[in-house]
């Protein structure tokens, strides 16, 4: 029987894993998965949400009183962890290195979360939506081009998607269809 449908790429594969890390958020900014990979093998995975205990801005129904995000306020300090740290702090936590790994998220990472990977030896980041601007764009740019870590953005295609979600809607592993194993 043909397959009806490609495989996803590598990179749709690793990206589409944190789209579903994203999932998870618990923080009501808007939601961010990550997942670190090496040799095609994943290592970590992280969303974003406040510290490991603490009470998730989703369950309280508030980041801080009357902010809608963790990063809304000038003076208080963030309570979410990003999806990239969280990731990284799960390795630690269970001793996996990740020296010359990569990392997939659905952001670009904000400039802490870039000098975090590239601290942990990450060396390339996969992204779907862009984020830095301004100044931020230029201290990227700078890590960039003294060779600390490159940059892409990646997308899934449309036939990609349309099959994951054929997937998550529908019993995956059914015989009678078209869906070869
Ligand atoms: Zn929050
Ligand atoms: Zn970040």
Redesign the pocket.
Known sequence: MPFEQPRPTWDEYFLMLAKLAATRSS???FPVGAVIVKNKQVLATGYNG?PTGAAH?TDQGY?YPGLS??DASKIMPS??VHAEANAIAQAAKHGILTDGSSIYVTLEPCLSCLKLIISAGIKEVFYETSFNSGESLLIRDSFVKDGLVTLKEIHLSEITAQRATTFLLKPTSVAKDNRVR
Do not use: E, K, N
Request: aromatic share 0%; proline share 10%; glycine share 0%.
């Open positions: 923080c009501l900014a406040p801005c980041c995000s963790c309570r979410a």
